[in-house]
């Protein structure tokens, strides 16, 4: 249990807590509101022209040719024959309830 001397502190520390968070959205707001003025960016000259490079014609030299050893025979018992699968008869498929149809009714006429 709380003692006598921690209640008033705990108070006064959430009042302390909520004080600030009452501070710092008000000043948040005030500086939303004083949104600085834009200052306009300096034009710039235009850009120089690139002059165009002569692109280097390379020749690559010829690829090595690979070769792989010769794929090794594999000799592999006949597979085993497997038993018929049996054969599986499924209950009849039951029919689906019909869905009632609804109509509105007539809306009766206005007897004068």
């Known amino acids: 249990m709380a003692s006598r001397t921690s209640v008033p502190s705990l108070a006064l520390l959430l009042a302390l807590l909520l004080s600030c968070a009452v501070m710092m959205s008000s000043a948040a707001r005030k ?3 004083e949104a600085a003025p834009k200052e306009e960016e300096p034009e710039l000259p235009p850009h120089l022209p690139v002059p165009e490079l002569p ?3 390379h020749e690559l030299p010829p690829l090595p040719k690979v070769e792989l050893p010769p794929f090794p025979e594999v000799h592999l018992p006949p597979k085993p024959e497997l038993p018929p699968f049996p054969k599986v008869e499924l209950p009849p498929k039951p ?5 009632p149809e609804f ?3 007539q809306p009766e006429a206005a007897k004068p």
Do not use: A, K, N
């Open 95 to 99: 029919e689906m309830p019909s869905i």
């Open 55 to 57: 692109v280097p014609e």
């Open 103 to 105: 109509h509105f009714p």
């Open 31 to 33: 500086l939303e509101e």
